[in-house]
Nanobody, 116 residues
């Protein structure tokens, strides 16, 4: 099993920055892709960014050029650096891990609120 623990959410003004962290523990060798999703009130959960074991990244169009995903394999942690934040970035952000064989895991979520 894999456990994911997020941190770094909070309240920030528009134009500000936040850095989210997600620490993975357990059967980390089984992880292929790690990423961040978000869910705003009344909306579906959507992919924000992910990074695979080859360090290939994928971003939602809405965050390209503002957000950067990275991973620290030594400490089994993935980061999401969020710059130039907008009120529409307000959501609960969830860390996700996709396993090499089958299945995935989710973190508990961290709230990001961007005030205008």
């Amino acid at each position: 099993q894999v456990q994911l623990v997020e941190s770094g959410g909070g309240l920030v003004q528009a134009g500000g920055s936040l850095r989210l962290s997600c620490a993975a523990s357990g059967s980390i060798f089984s992880i292929n892709v790690m990423g961040w999703y978000r869910q705003a009130p009344g909306k579906q959960r959507e992919l924000v960014a992910n990074i695979n074991s080859g360090d290939n990244t994928k971003y939602a169009d809405s965050v390209k050029g503002r957000f950067t995903i990275s991973r620290d394999n030594t400490n089994n942690t993935v980061f999401l650096q969020m710059n130039s934040l907008k009120p529409e970035d307000t959501a609960v952000y969830y860390c996700n891990a996709i396993f090499r064989v089958l299945g995935s895991a989710w973190g508990q979520g961290t709230q990001v609120t961007v005030s205008s």
